[in-house]
């Protein structure tokens, strides 16, 4: 990574552009990390998967939690769903699930003499989407307009979500029976997407000293309600981004489209996906501004999953993360902001 006080300081508002308030974005980095302290009580030993947890949410975006079996997938999911106090659900994807059973349905009330709509799971400012894939494409596709649009279309009715609003959505990359890839439109509506891995040693050690006793996610309290993480929400879109990175983050997702072991590079809707986590990730740095590195260390997780590989680069075993991570140690880091 290429990072230093003349890159942050280049990267700082220089023509008179209005800034937030310090306090503003203090607030924004005091609040994740007490929700990052209260996450942490539950998911040992993982802060980077943490905060790119927090991200997501100050960034108004999706994360897909993609992990073998038992390694706290949905707990993170749950916990990151407790330590917010607004509305949550939870949905268990099966082969049998119907998109009503996601969005809601139309109910004829005889009383009435009118349909009725009863509004599904999805109307949470958290949904914790279990096991994504086993469900049929079709049911998958009803995620896709709630995902972009925060709103519900049924019966020619359009029906607004709350905000925020995010999905967490948990799948099992190895185990492919009874499962439905993920399409690639619904691949790119998630903001970022991440392996928690195996805890190291000491965080499982810790494990055994508590796990027995109960459940770990009992002694998680809301540190913040849905207002307030709306409102820190507007705040990150305010931090600055430095014409010059601007360009470095089109060049970074243009360069996803010219490599031959990509055949299909990142959609111009991750450019916004990468601007929006460099801000985040500024903010909850207490920075009013983003610096290259803010980039750098989010294009993996933010840009990785968008892409499908040639058969030839499977074949070399070469990896959507190795490809990322290289491209971003070549292109050249700008200067000046």
Known sequence: MTSNVELDRAAAPQDGTAV????????????????????SQVVLGKPDVIRLALITLLS????????????????????????VDG????????????????????????????FEFRPGPVFANIVVADEINRASPKTQSALLECMEEHQVTVDGTSYRL?????????????EMEGTYPLPEAQRDRFFARVSIGYP???AEVAMLADRDRGDPLAA?????????????????????????????????????????????????????HLARAAKAAAALDGRNFVVPDDIQRLAVPVLAHRLLLTVEAHAA?????????????RLRVPRGG
């Open 20 to 39: 937030p308030d310090r306090v503003a974005i203090a607030d924004v980095a005091a609040l994740g990390g007490r929700i990052a302290a209260a996450v």
């Open 60 to 83: 108004e975006g999706h994360l897909l939690l993609e992990d073998v079996p038992g390694t706290g997938k949905t707990v993170l999911a749950k916990s990151l769903a407790r330590s």
């Open 87 to 114: 509305t949550v659900s939870r949905v268990q994807f099966t082969p049998d699930l119907m998109p009503g059973d996601v969005t809601g349905v139309s109910v004829y009330d005889r009383s009435t003499s009118q």
């Open 162 to 174: 709350g905000r925020p609003f995010l999905v967490v959505a948990t799948q099992n990359p190895v």
């Open 200 to 202: 190291d040693r000491s």
């Open 220 to 272: 998680i309290s809301p540190v913040a309600d849905a207002a307030t993480i709306a409102a820190l929400i507007d705040t990150v879109g305010t931090v600055h981004l430095a014409p010059a990175l601007r360009q470095y983050l089109v060049d970074i997702v243009g360069t996803t489209r010219t490599i031959p072991e990509i055949r299909l590079g990142a959609s111009p809707r991750s450019v916004l």
């Open 317 to 329: 075993r070469r990896s959507a993360e190795d490809i990322v991570a290289g491209l971003v140690g």
